[in-house]
Nanobody, 119 residues
């Protein structure tokens, strides 16, 4: 089994910064991608940023230039540095992990961490 433990969410004022982290453990085998999705209140879950092994990160247009995704492969951890935060960034942020075991791909999700941008 695979576990994803998120941390770092919270309340921040507009224009502020926040970093969320997600550590993966368990039967990971080969990581294909790690990243973040978010679900704003009353809306569908949407991609924020995904880091695919051996490829450039993919960002949602709404966060380009403000958010940066990074990975520590030795720790199986993904980070999302969020700068110049806006109220529209308020959402539950979910960690995402895609792994491959014996030629089969599996998707995993974290429990979610709340990010609230408000004055």
């Amino acid at each position: 089994q695979v576990q994803l433990v998120e941390s770092g969410g919270g309340l921040v004022q507009p224009g502020g910064s926040l970093r969320v982290s997600c550590a993966a453990s368990g039967s990971i085998f080969s990581i294909i991608a790690m990243g973040w999705y978010r679900q704003p209140p009353g809306k569908e879950r949407e991609l924020v940023a995904v880091s695919t092994s051996g490829d450039m990160p993919n960002y949602a247009d709404s966060v380009k230039g403000r958010f940066t995704i990074s990975r520590d492969n030795a720790k199986n951890t993904v980070y999302l540095q969020m700068n110049s935060l806006k109220p529209d960034d308020t959402a539950v942020y979910y960690c995402y992990l895609k792994v491959k075991r014996y030629s089969v791909q599996y998707d995993y999700w974290g429990q979610g961490t709340q990010v609230t941008v408000s004055s």
